[in-house]
């Protein structure tokens, strides 16, 4: 009998989704100081999947048949755990019965959903470092690989294990338990965990993988979580609603990115009726539902931009002057480079172009990031374009072409320095 190939790549699709759940429903069992041990049961879970379903047929419902090989496995491990601890067989035999009971209510559907915004909170503890939320957070509740997480944040590996490592160390010595927090420490909690939502959404929507520019499975997942804080009643907050907005007006465009041939197709060009229409709804919904709050955040301004581009009809309607001002706010309160850069792309569309290259060669510490990354070459490439100045923009494009790892934007990068090179030679 062979393998069938598309099974691999359904187990790789339910870990994305479904090994955070897992996790999060093991660990309230454990406890968060056995996290290991429930990532261990997961595995474990997912490696029967792999042996099992590799030569036969798939269960009707994977998910289901996955989460009953963990629940076997943890009641096993407990019930273990209560016969090595309790020398009397009648009190062993109570215990057992009692755990099977709480085990089955602790992995229905509601629970479950607790127990996930349990682990996010407790993920992102106070008392760990930023950067080691980040990490545990994207590794535990999400299933990212170290490498995707590393990627993702754009450093090493080998610094990505030695942040996840340190967090669990850290969640272990000091008995951090799963909880949702309450008071000043629920918005305090609040803000890291939209921080990694937000990464988690554009590792997706802007994939680091070579062959790959969209991945859907990551960005949905970001909207779960998020949707998952809209919904929970006692955690509910306006920037929740503004940053699942976000995420809507920017998943409404998946379809319009690529062609049939992988290639990127530019804001300009793209087929607006495709635009999915019920996200562009939903973003709208949950941006009026932001508005309910005293404070503005990024989320609210960034959904704001996002929301600019669904009104207009097309590019050329677009109201760049109403989307300057947005990112003049916005720059205000995040003062990146990343704003800076979009800033500067929209100032080119209000007819000030040489500006606009201006403003982008007075980002702070511009000439280490057109060493390191491809994005600030390229729009300093389609500037010079916009300037008519050939030779620069060729010299941009090429060093971008050298640094992206995508084959969606190398291909996009080469049409335009051949266009260039076409115009330069006749």
């Known amino acids: 009998m062979q393998e069938d190939p598309s099974n691999e790549i359904l187990v790789d699709h339910l870990f994305r989704h479904e090994a955070g759940k897992m996790i999060a429903v093991l660990t309230r069992l454990f406890g968060m100081h056995n996290l290991s041990m429930a990532e261990d049961v997961v595995q474990d879970a997912f490696l029967k999947a792999t042996q099992t379903w590799k030569f036969k047929t798939v269960p009707d419902n994977p998910s289901a048949w996955l989460m009953q ?9 407990l019930r273990r755990k209560n016969v090595a601890d309790h020398y009397s067989l009648e009190l062993s035999t109570q215990l057992q019965e009692a755990t099977g009971n709480y085990v089955d209510q602790v992995f229905l559907d509601t629970e479950i959903e607790d127990s996930q915004l349990q682990l996010i909170f407790a993920c992102c503890h106070p008392s760990l470092k930023e950067e080691d939320k980040v990490a545990l957070t994207l590794k535990t509740v999400s299933g990212f690989g170290v490498k995707e997480i590393a990627n993702a944040l754009l450093t090493q590996e080998e610094t990505i294990q030695k942040r996840i490592y340190r967090a669990k160390q850290f969640i272990q010595q000091n008995n951090i338990e799963l909880e949702i927090p309450t008071g000043k420490a629920l918005q305090q909690r609040l803000d890291t965990v939209h921080t ?23 960005c949905a997942e970001a909207m ?67 508005s309910s709050g005293e404070n503005i955040t990024v989320y609210h301004i960034e959904s ?37 850069m979009n800033k500067a792309i929209v100032l080119s569309y209000t007819g000030k172009t040489k500006e606009a290259i201006e403003l982008m060669r007075s980002i702070e510490g511009i000439e280490l990031l057109l060493k390191t990354q491809y994005m600030f070459n390229a729009v300093l490439g389609e500037l010079h374009i916009r300037n008519n100045q050939s030779q620069q923009a060729t010299d941009y494009l090429e060093k971008a072409l050298q640094l992206t790892q995508s084959d969606a934007e190398k291909k996009l990068l080469k049409e335009k320095i051949n266009t260039l090179r076409s115009i330069q030679w006749s």
Request: aromatic share 10%; proline share 2%; with cysteine.
């Open 69 to 77: 090989v963990a629940k076997n496995k943890a009641l096993d491990i």
């Open 196 to 218: 990694v939502l937000y990464l988690i959404f554009n590792e997706g929507y802007n994939a680091s993988k070579s062959d790959e520019l969209i991945r859907k499975d990551i």
């Open 224 to 290: 779960r979580l998020c949707l998952l804080l809209c919904e929970h009643k006692t955690v509910t907050h306006p920037a929740s609603f503004a940053l699942l907005a976000l995420m809507c007006f920017q998943a409404s465009r998946f379809e319009s990115r690529l062609d049939k041939n992988n290639t990127i197709i530019l804001l300009q060009q793209q087929d607006r009726s495709s635009w999915n229409r019920e996200l562009i709804d939903r973003g709208y919904y949950y941006l009026n539902k932001s």
């Open 304 to 340: 704001a931009i996002a929301a600019e581009h669904c009104l207009a009809k097309n590019f050329a309607s677009t109201n760049f002057t109403r989307l300057l001002h947005l990112y003049n706010m916005l720059y205000q309160m995040k003062p990146t480079p990343i704003v800076q």
